[in-house]
Every structure is written in structure tokens, then in C-alpha cells.
């Protein structure tokens, strides 16, 4: 079995359901890791102005499937999970023997209509 599926069915196991959306397309859901970076750095904070007040912007890692492919995505393409909405910041592929293995990259969660998005 080739390693890119290895990590696909490690994905299924050890993620949760996501789906992309890039303007009126949508992915069908798939399944991949998405953790708080804040962990990683507990004094990286950025704060976002919105009706409500402050509040931190929020980082997470990403880690998704040889056959989503998030470099091919506009830069306001989003991420769907557990009805949170997501921006990729960073974005890119791990190769292995030629052949993509999966996607990394770094998201940004969205926080309303007063959010300012990427164009």
C-alpha cells in the first residue's frame, strides 16, 4: 500500500470531518487533523477588533490528505469544521519519492461577517 494512503487512513482514524470551499465550489467532506497552535507558543496572540469586543485570532495546524489538494486554492478559499470557518495562511505539500504524501499548513479562524478576509 502506497504511504500517502497509510496517511490518508491514519487521517480518518486520528482526524475530524472537514470540507473546502472555494467561492461556489465545495469539497466533498473528508476527514483531517486540525489542532490549536496556541499550544505550540502560548505568547503568540493577535487580537481582531469586532462588534463584540476583542478576541485573540485564532491559529491551527492543518494536516490533510495526499488528494485535497490546498495549494490549488484561491486565497479565500476557507475551511468548514464542526460549523467554524477557517483561512489558510500557510499552505503546502510533503513529498516523498516524487509523490505528494499530504498537506500541511497553518489556519486562521474566522470570526464573523466583520472579519477581514484575504482577497
Known sequence: MNKAYKIKNGLIKAGRQVQLT??????????????????????NFEY????LGNVSADYYTYIGPFDHDIEALSNTAQLIMDGDKFIFKKREKIVCAGQVQFYTGVLRKIWGSGDVLPE
Do not use: H, I, L
Open 22 to 43: 472555494d467561492g461556489d465550489w465545495a469539497s466533498v467532506p473528508f476527514y483531517a487533523v486540525v489542532e490549536d497552535k496556541w499550544r505550540d507558543n502560548q505568547t
Open 48 to 51: 481582531v477588533k469586532t462588534a
